[in-house]
T-cell receptor, first 112, second 115 residues
């Protein structure tokens, strides 16, 4: 089955720096990945997604990179702000499109 | 503000109580989900409804009973819960796509404490 995991449970950065959050997956057949942000006391919020026919996708201040060779994806946040402090989850559908499996999450802390 | 509304935000119940969690969305989504999230853990899928019919039950104990009265509402009925069922229960909705669910819209959750 699908396994989605993150490399580091916590990440601390200075305000204004760039942040990189990593995620590894086990199923080479996975063709769709999503990043979610969960702030304290709130539900997860969609950030960006990427399909396996792409290596890179950019959003507003965020970029997701997908390396299918090593089954790794990353979320890059440019000019990190205090409002970016949250837990970040990568997720991928498992078995069927409706079974979205979340990785363990990385707690990002932005220091002023 | 989230477009998925969950009530109540907090619920404390005894092991013999019967209670319900409610979820509502008006985005026209025909897929709705219940997830369970323990502290410092990722959300875990419990149930999926597609077109108001239960399509996925992730081997959830029968003390949790989902219900989808219409395309906008999703309930989770709780009966004879255990203290280990204490968690944040998240409702989500999405469009139904041919392949992959795409973006899930989550509510803010109902935090359940079972005494």
């Amino acid at each position: 089955g699908e396994s989605v995991g993150l490399h580091l449970p916590t990440l601390s950065v200075q305000e204004g720096d760039n942040s990189i959050i990593n995620c590894a997956y086990s199923n080479s057949a996975s063709d769709y990945f999503i990043w979610y942000k969960q702030e304290s006391g709130k539900g997860p919020q969609f950030i960006i997604d990427i399909r396996s026919n792409m290596d890179k996708r950019q959003g507003q201040r965020v970029t997701v990179l997908l390396n299918k060779t090593v089954k790794h994806l990353s979320l890059q946040i440019a000019a990190t702000q205090p409002g970016d402090s949250a837990v970040y989850f990568c997720a991928a559908p498992r078995i069927s499109g409706s079974r979205l499996t979340f990785g363990e999450g990385t707690q990002l802390t932005v220091n002023p | 503000d989230t477009e998925v509304t969950q009530t109540p935000k907090h619920l404390v119940m005894g092991m013999t109580n019967k209670k319900s969690l409610k979820c509502e969305q008006h985005m026209g989504h025909r897929a709705m989900y219940w997830y369970k999230q323990k502290a410092k853990k990722p959300p875990e899928l419990m149930f999926v409804y597609s077109y108001e019919k239960l399509s996925i039950n992730e081997s959830v104990p029968s003390r949790f009973s989902p219900e989808c009265p219409n395309s906008s509402l999703l309930n989770l009925h709780l009966h004879a819960l255990q203290p280990e069922d204490s968690a944040l229960y998240l409702c989500a909705s999405s469009r139904i796509r041919g392949r992959g669910t795409g973006e899930l819209f989550f509510g803010e959750g109902s935090r359940l404490t079972v005494l």
